[in-house]
């Protein structure tokens, strides 16, 4: 006789039972989709024989949801094979907001041929079909998906240890997971086809291409109709398409992730950067600049060797190997060790706007979001101990300044321990993160905890952005440091007279200079606020009378240090007017006629339309009046 006992405490006993039945008894087995036994997600017709906790998995929860997109990727998988003969399924895990399937096609497919993958979909959900789970040996699911001509699997199978497998069935379908599942195709009414997009097999670019298909499912249909108006409104404000528009940035082909930035995109940078220059300076830093290239053996001794060489780029110089940065923390670490320094010197905060490159798959290159070359906004404080909660706090401080004062963003915290290729002691490891979770809790700062996701030479506090539409964006870092120091000899000359070991903070703020101008250009959807848009005022002349007036406003304003542009074509005021707001210009002078007689200005803002006639005084107040970190 075994006994079950349920989350609010509920008893069960019986000789064996599944656990549907369970929950069946308990009343909870509506809406579950599967459920945790002992902890262990399982599907609703196992048999339990041992006692056990039983909890129902719903669709509400994190673990459901995850469920429910799994097994409507298997939907699509069925669909995909039905509607086109001769299709091989690859791999479909579940993904952030959705899941995605990779499968090959004898002919290619578009995103025109969605809606009909769904329809088919749809039919299966509607004939509310199970999802049976096989437990077979490998060797056995092996067999089978020989005999269904299906290579991937095979080579997945080929590749584990394990001496049985999961297999789910649905009608003529079956596939490789896992699992859990749902009972049945029935419960996956509430899902959308996204996109579809190339994709080496296993990421290997000397693999076939296979088609990836992408999509979401939700628990609701309103919640399912709120993630698309939200996706839709993601597609308008998409940084590539906005950057080409205003002529901030291009890709070609001829550089794969390595984007060319025009004039107008170098205004938003560098203003960007005059920004974080004012900042770092009066918050006590120092700025360096260090090499693009350092020898090898330099990233052996920092450990990237070992652990980041995948990612790397290398080169000869003389017959000696070198690389091309992908970090800027080693070449920072020799500027500090080419000076003696004194306990009195801590703590030292350099900063660097230095360019790294990684080499980045192209399947995952995305505009200006995942690209090979960018700009880290790094700075390294070196500290004694006994200063690193208040570094921490200081650029904490910076953080909160810059995402919500400056540009109004929302953001969270996460904190990420101790990763599997971790590099240092035990007790280094456990003094760091015990040091980054005491100054979130003293701060009263809320944070979810990321086990495992540190950086290999220490933990981190990662601060996650929301934009407008609800996207969050992982950008500002702070990682505490105890091993480069070791690893490099970086030493201080304490009180005593002795030498003593520092401790490193490695911190970005904004992260990649290039990636924070996507966010920004997609958060505010090209329009960004005065200070920081490449083009600030536009004087648009009716006629070739009032040229010269428009270029003496120009010089007025130039002069002032504002960016400013003369629209005096020979086109209608209708068409300027609608050119420039379609460039996202904040204000727009008007010059006709009137203007030109009074010695006045016609304004218009671009959000609120026409603002009136006025004085040029009056106008380089509400100028003035606009909101400027800088």
């Known amino acids: 006789m075994y006994r079950f006992s349920g989350p609010a405490g509920q008893l069960f006993e019986s000789e064996k039972a599944v656990v549907g039945d369970i929950l069946k008894e308990w009343k909870l087995d509506k809406g579950a989709l599967s459920a945790k036994v002992n902890g262990e997600e399982l599907d609703l017709d196992v048999e339990v024989s041992c006692d056990a906790s039983v909890e129902p998995i719903t669709s509400d929860t994190e673990e459901g949801l995850e469920i429910l997109r799994h097994s409507t990727a298997h939907l699509l998988a069925q669909a995909a094979t039905r509607l086109f003969p001769g299709a091989v399924v690859a791999i479909g895990p579940v993904i952030k907001d959705g899941f995605y399937y990779d499968i090959e096609f004898k002919e290619p497919i578009s995103e025109t041929d969605l809606p009909a993958l769904e329809k088919e979909m749809r039919r299966i959900v509607k004939r509310g079909i199970p999802l049976k789970r096989q437990r077979v040996s490998r060797e056995e699911a092996i067999e089978i998906f020989k005999e269904r001509k299906d ?14 497998v999961n297999l789910y069935w649905q009608d003529e379908y079956v596939d490789l997971c896992r699992g859990p599942h749902v009972p049945n195709t029935r419960v996956l009414q509430n899902f959308k086809l996204l996109s579809v997009a190339g994709a080496y097999w296993r990421g290997d670019e000397n693999n076939i291409m296979l088609t990836r298909i992408y999509g979401t499912a939700f628990a609701t249909k309103e919640e399912l109709e709120a993630y698309v108006t939200r996706m839709e ?22 550089g794969p992730g390595f984007p060319f930035f025009h004039p107008k995109g170098m205004v938003v940078i560098n203003t960007l950067i005059d920004f974080w220059s004012k900042v770092h300076r009066k918050n006590g830093y120092d700025q360096i600049r260090t090499p693009l290239i350092l020898n090898r053996d330099l990233w052996i001794q920092s450990g990237h060797w070992d652990h980041y060489r995948e990612n790397m780029y290398f080169t000869e110089i003389d017959e000696q190997p070198y690389a091309i940065k992908p970090m800027n923390c080693p070449g920072g670490i020799l500027v500090y060790k080419s000076d003696l320094h004194s306990y009195r010197d801590l703590p030292l905060r350099l900063g660097e706007l230095g360019i790294v490159h990684r080499h980045e798959k192209s399947g995952v290159l995305h505009g200006l979001m995942r690209v090979r070359c960018f700009t880290q906004d790094d700075a390294h404080h070196y500290c004694t101990p006994d200063q690193i909660k208040d570094e921490v706090s200081l650029i904490m401080d910076m953080v909160d300044y810059i995402y919500s004062e400056v540009f ?74 105890f091993q480069m120091p070791e690893k490099f ?19 970005t703020i904004l992260g990649s200079i290039e990636r924070f101008l996507g966010i920004l250009i997609e958060h505010y959807a090209g329009a960004f606020p005065f200070w920081i848009a490449p083009v600030q005022v536009k004087i648009l002349a009716v006629g070739d009378d009032h040229v010269g007036y428009a270029k003496e406003l120009k010089v007025l304003l130039q002069d002032r240090e504002y960016r400013v542009e003369l629209d005096c074509r020979d086109e209608k005021l209708g068409r300027k007017i609608r050119d420039a707001q379609m460039e996202k210009v904040p204000f727009m002078l008007v010059v006709g006629d009137r203007e030109l007689e009074t010695g006045t200005v016609s304004v218009r803002d671009r959000s609120e339309g026409d603002k009136g006639s006025m004085s ?10 606009q909101f400027s970190p800088l």
């Open 408 to 481: 109004g963003f929302k953001f969270h915290v996460e904190l990420s321990t101790r990763p599997d290729n971790s590099m240092g002691s035990d007790e280094m490891w456990e003094l760091a993160e015990r040091s980054l979770r005491e100054v979130l809790e003293e701060r009263g700062t809320s944070y979810v905890l990321n086990p495992g996701d540190g950086a290999f030479y220490g933990p981190k506090i990662d601060f996650h952005l929301e934009d407008c539409i609800g996207r969050t964006w992982q950008c500002g870092t702070i990682q505490l440091d």
């Open 489 to 507: 000899d970086v030493t201080y000359i304490g009180s005593d007279g002795k030498e003593h070991r520092p401790a490193m903070l490695h911190r």
């Open 616 to 625: 040029k005084e009056d106008l380089l107040k509400l100028l003035e009046g």
């Open 233 to 254: 409104e993601a597609k308008k404000r998409d940084h590539r398409k906005i950057g080409r528009e205003l002529g901030l940035f291009s890709l070609h082909k001829e």
């Open 151 to 164: 290579p991937y699997k095979v080579e997945i199978l080929e590749g584990i240890d394990d001496a049985s």
